[in-house]
């Protein structure tokens, strides 16, 4: 399959982009959606997403074939963990969950553009959207796109350098499915701190949206004129607590969880908190965890990493042969041979620690869930997920402890990188937040 030159993103990788381009591009999408997008039905965009979803979930559809064929080159995922993932994603978008998440962010509210029921709140999506993207995965970038076609926006997405093939090949389908809705889609991808290209986007911008570093927010954020709504996306940290009488059954759900996306993006833990006390001690939870990552190379093998990625995996191997030699009773650590494909390390020391990722994992022993969130304390505000093995019945009770500390999500262990449709975003609305009000008084 040859894609057609629809977007920048489909020009040749030597293409020099000039601020006129950038700018022509910007008032060409403005143009497309007042005809195309801004009169359309809720429904009848929730239709086309549906039903691009469905096609991307089937083993014949073009666009997920050429996903499988070259994402693992391009974008390092291997093709059963990129297979993975598209259906995790794309099993979401169904009519009934779209439903829930209007329901949920903008409950009998109309759109004054579509609609011409009586109605005493009306909301509006922004004119024209810019989404700023990081690298993989690549689910915050076809998140965004969904968002911004829900609420009738015309929309330029401009990915990290080398990472928009998979936002572009979304892109296509949605044009293959609907030519003028792809119309008012563009996607392209250059080095971040480009000020002639990104001024130019930014001055024709309603809203921006951004993921990545907090320096990186930082810097966007004032590039932005004072008129236009900024809404940043920063970095997030994650990470699981397994009680004691969940013990044998959370591993090959923690493994899973490790697995997915290849343990990036800010849904993936960091370390997972086992809980004492059980018949099966943290440390051979840790231990069984590895046997589950072994099994997962084999089903779903991690694919190929960066020379400085594992070289960092390997640093930090180095540190953990040292420790446990010389302290086997509070530190152990099992890896794959001949390969950086997975690492456990078990450590008695509580203490929260960044994982270098790529299926690098971290588990430790604590006595309860309080003590898990003192060890966590320096990431705390910046917790985005946590993974959460217990009894049905206690579930409530620790998901609500964990929401006063301030997590902003908790979910089944083993879900931690499929969030549902409804999910707040570091607790916002996702599409609530994009939107504008109108109450009509009378």
Known sequence: ?????????????????????????????????????????????????????????????????????????????????????????????????FQSLLKQDIGDAADPAASTRPCRRFWRGPEFLVHITTGNPPNPAWMSIILGLLARSAQFVKCAAGASFLPRLFAHSIYDADPKLGACLEIADWPGGNAPLENVLFAEADCVTATGADETLAA????????????????????????????????????????????????????????????????????????????????????????????????????????????????????????????????ADPRFQLSCLNRFIYVKAVPNLNAALQAADGVRGRVSTVGLAAPEDKMPELAAHLARWGVTRVCPLGQMQNPPLTWRHDGQPAFGALISWTDFES
């Not at 499988?68 to 963990?81: A, M, N, W, Y």
């Not at 004691?244 to 833990?269: F, H, I, K, M």
């Not at 018949?279 to 069984?288: D, S, V, Y």
């Not at 779903?300 to 540190?319: D, K, L, T």
Request: with cysteine; net charge neutral; glycine share 4%.
């Open 1 to 97: 399959m040859t894609l057609p030159d629809y977007f920048l993103a489909d020009l040749p990788p030597q293409t020099n982009f000039s601020a006129e381009m950038i700018f022509e591009a910007c008032r060409a999408l403005k143009r497309n959606r007042d005809q195309y997008l801004a009169r359309r039905s809720t429904a009848a965009v929730i239709k086309t997403l549906s039903e691009v979803a469905a096609h991307w979930r089937r083993p014949d559809n073009a666009f997920r074939k050429l996903a499988l064929h070259e994402g693992p080159e391009k974008c390092g995922f291997s093709k059963p963990t990129l297979a993975k993932g598209l259906d995790d994603f794309f099993c979401q978008l169904t009519p009934e969950n």
């Open 220 to 347: 966007i954020r004032n590039q932005i004129p004072i008129h236009t709504r900024f809404l940043g996306y920063g970095h997030r940290v994650s990470f699981a607590f397994v009680a004691r009488d969940a013990l044998s059954q959370a591993v090959s759900a923690a493994a899973d969880d490790v697995a997915a996306w290849n343990q990036l993006g800010c849904l993936s833990p960091h370390v997972i908190y086992v809980e004492e006390g059980a018949g099966l001690a943290p440390e051979k939870f840790a231990e069984h965890l590895a046997a589950q990552l072994e099994q997962r190379e084999a089903d779903r093998p991690r694919g190929r990493v960066s020379p400085a990625e594992s070289a960092a995996i390997a640093s930090r191997r180095a540190i953990y042969d040292v420790r446990a030699a010389h302290s086997p009773e509070t530190t152990r650590h099992w890896c794959s041979k001949n390969s950086t494909a997975w690492t456990v390390v078990f450590e």
